[in-house]
Every structure is written in structure tokens, then in C-alpha cells.
């Protein structure tokens, strides 16, 4: 800003201080309108708030880069970046791998071209990495994911970076808030959406080697809770069971966390079921309701939206007493594929499940911190806990 000023010979022009002094006020009474309204419970339970339950932060995209440059050497992987490869990570393929620059196409801002390119190269047997913004790569470019990918069922990776409202600043044109009703309507397609950044880099090479065919990964920006540990169970297609168990020193070390296919029915009140980033919160919401209501949550990482985990979502419906979906997502995007399930079985048919879902509602993003628009937008733990509770009085098991 000073630079500028001077640049354009204003520094004489602007009371600098004073208007940097109007920005924090404002900024502090953004935050105390958006304290009121935030439910309230006996403690603070904010992230890093206290001496116990501490988390570490670090961007997804970042497991994703980790995991181009750790892989990269695979001579069929070819990277394809928009004009903004440095901000989702996609460069890390290069950045320390001259070797591979030949193997690292820009488009620029071209996102159609791109996803024809792409098709083009997974025909000749490459493993093609397309990467921009989600805003860009699930929308932009829909007919050519659907025709020129989907339709030909080709081995094309799409990654769909700075999804949700939690980008912050950039605002409403770069939050993707809809890319789960598009990608996992279109045949063919996997789409994965995980939680943190070890996640991210697990279920990245899971997609390069794993999984043949059309591929979508979704996921943040900025600083979110580190959740899983490196040992941590993980397989595509199979959802993630956490339970609370203990109030630790560090947040990750409160849950245990165990595959679907291993998890033994504890006969929850509550199941939570939710994907991305958004899972913390769910985890945080779960932390809530049994310190303040002893209330016990079974909580859901659906990190494969599609193919889904039927038989978690199942089991989950007929052994607890209510059930919630938690999206950083225009809401129903992983809801309503929830809903479908749980309204198909047969087994459920005679239960009275109280069912609701938390997400974006009907509306676009806007600008502002990522954690001040976690909670303008309804998306909080504080959230979730309390809409827990609410549709528990509902239950007539």
C-alpha cells in the first residue's frame, strides 16, 4: 500500500492510520454481532481456546502438493495448471523437479481446453492432473467433463481447490459452494472430499493409483484442523467411524478413529455424517454434546462422496436415535445422497429417524475471514451441537 501511494504520488492524499484504525473497529464489531448469535454454552469450546484440545491448522492443498512432488516421478503423470498453479499447490510437482517440466502443461485461463486436453492424453495412457480453482474446474468446464471425460470413461484427475466459504477474502466468485450436485451427477465420475491435509495426501495417491477412471478431489484453502494421523485408517470408498472418548491435551488424541467395515455398534444417540474440513466441526459438535448433555455422537468422514458408503449410512440409521449431515457446501449436496440412501431401505422404513441437514443455505458466500464466515453461515460445531440436540427430542424409538 505504501509503495502504491507513493507510486501514484497520494501520499499526502490519505490519513493512512486513520483509515487502518476504521477497518479494525469494524472488524471488531463483525466479530461481536457474530459472537451473539453464535449458540452459547457453559465454556468456550473455539478451537485453540483452551489448555487441553489443542489442534494444529495447515491447508489441505498442501497434502496435495506434498503428495505431486512425492509421486511425481511416475513418467505418466502429466500436471495441467491454470493460472493460479502456485495457489493450489499443483507447481509443487515442478518446484523442486526441473526434470518434470516437460510433463507440466499451462493453459492458462482456458479451463475448457484443459479438460480436452486432458481426456486426450488419458486416451494415449497417461495420468493426467488437472488443477484449478472448484468454482472453475466443476462448472466452467461441465460439458467437457461430461462429454469428453465422463461419457468415454477416461482415467482424468480433476481437483477442484479452494471449495467452501472458508476461502474468506476472495469472496463469493471464488467459493465453491455446488461442485458435489455436479460431480456426482455425472456417470462415471469418483469424488472425493477429504478432511485435513494428511487425508488429502492419502486420498491423492489413492486417486493416481487406485481408482481408473473419471476422478474429482475437493478440497480448501486455508488453515484447517489436522484430524487423522499418519496411521490413521484409510481406504477409498470406505467412510471413517470417530467416537470421543477423552478430553486430551491435543484434540486428535480425544478420538478413536476405525474404518467402517470394523466398527462395533456402541448404540449412539447421534450420528453426525459429514465430509471435508467440515468433519472437525462435526468432531468439535461431538465434544459439545457430551460435555454438556451427555449426549453420545457416532461421527461420519463420508471422504468418498462417490462412490458412497451405503452400509455406514445404513447401519448408522438403524442403530442411533437421530441423524445430521454437516457440509461446507450449498446444503444437500452430501445431504440429499444421504437422505436417498436412508429413504431406499427397507430397513428403516418403520423407524422414526429425525433427520436434518447443516450447509450453506440457498445462498452464495461472501467476504470476510474464513472463521468469521464459518460462523455467519451456520456452520460451526456450536451449530451442529445444537441442532443435535433439537432433533433428539423428536426421536420415538
Known amino acids: 500500500m505504501d509503495q502504491l501511494l507513493t507510486e501514484l504520488n497520494l501520499t499526502d492524499t490519505f490519513d493512512v492510520n486513520a483509515l487502518l484504525e476504521y477497518g479494525r473497529k469494524y472488524n471488531e464489531s463483525v466479530n461481536e454481532e457474530l459472537q451473539k448469535d453464535i449458540p452459547q454454552y457453559s465454556k468456550n469450546y473455539w478451537w485453540n481456546s483452551s489448555d487441553k484440545m489443542k489442534v494444529e491448522m495447515t491447508p489441505t492443498r498442501f497434502g496435495f502438493g506434498q ?56 486416451k494415449e495412457g497417461k495420468i493426467p492432473v488437472f488443477g484449478t480453482y472448484g468454482v472453475f474446474s466443476s462448472a466452467r468446464n461441465l460439458d467437457q467433463l461430461r462429454v469428453s471425460v465422463c461419457y468415454g470413461n477416461f482415467n482424468v484427475f480433476v481437483v477442484g481447490a479452494h471449495g467452501g466459504i472458508s476461502v474468506g477474502p476472495d469472496g463469493a466468485t471464488h467459493q465453491e459452494l455446488e461442485s458435489l450436485f455436479q460431480m456426482t451427477g455425472l456417470p462415471n465420475m469418483n469424488v472425493a472430499v477429504p478432511c485435513d491435509a494428511i487425508e488429502t495426501k492419502k486420498m491423492t495417491r489413492a486417486l493416481l493409483f487406485d481408482i481408473e477412471g473419471p ?17 490413521s485408517p484409510f481406504e477409498f470408498g470406505t467412510a471413517n467411524i470417530y467416537r470421543f472418548r477423552r478430553e486430551a491435551d491435543l ?122 464466515l464459518i460462523k455467519k453461515f451456520g456452520l460451526a460445531a456450536e451449530h451442529i451441537a445444537q441442532k443435535g440436540k433439537e432433533i433428539l427430542i423428536y426421536y420415538k424409538g
Not at 476422478?215 to 499418519?230: D, G, M, Q, V
Open 251 to 372: 484434540f486428535i488424541d480425544d478420538f478413536d478413529i476405525y474404518l467402517s467395515t470394523e466398527y462395533e455398534n456402541e448404540n449412539e444417540d447421534l450420528t453426525i455424517i459429514s465430509c471435508g474440513p467440515e468433519t472437525a466441526e462435526a468432531l468439535r459438535s461431538a465434544y459439545i454434546l457430551k460435555t454438556e448433555y451427555n449426549i453420545e455422537t457416532r461421527v461420519i468422514n463420508m471422504h468418498t462422496v462417490k462412490p458412497m458408503d451405503k452400509k455406514a449410512i445404513i447401519n448408522a440409521a438403524n442403530e442411533t436415535k437421530a441423524l445430521i449431515t454437516a457440509e461446507e457446501h450449498q446444503v444437500g449436496g452430501l445431504g440429499n445422497l444421504v437422505a436417498s440412501i436412508i429413504k431406499k431401505e427397507p430397513t428403516v422404513f418403520e423407524k422414526s429417524l429425525p433427520f436434518d441437514m447443516i450447509g450453506v443455505q440457498d445462498r452464495f458466500g461472501e467476504s470476510g475471514q474464513p472463521w468469521q
Open 215 to 231: 476422478k474429482y478431489l475437493r478440497f480448501a484453502r486455508e488453515a484447517t484442523p489436522i484430524i487423522t494421523k499418519e496411521d
Open 67 to 122: 503428495a505431486m512432488e512425492e509421486y511425481g516421478d511416475d513418467k505418466r503423470i502429466v500436471c495441467i495448471g491454470a493460472d493460479i498453479s502456485g495457489s493450489i499447490n499443483i507447481l509443487d510437482f515442478v518446484k523442486n523437479h526441473p526434470e518434470r517440466k516437460n510433463r507440466f502443461i499451462s493453459v492458462g485461463v482456458a479451463e475448457q481446453n484443459a479438460t480436452t486436453i486432458a481426456a486426450g492424453l488419458a
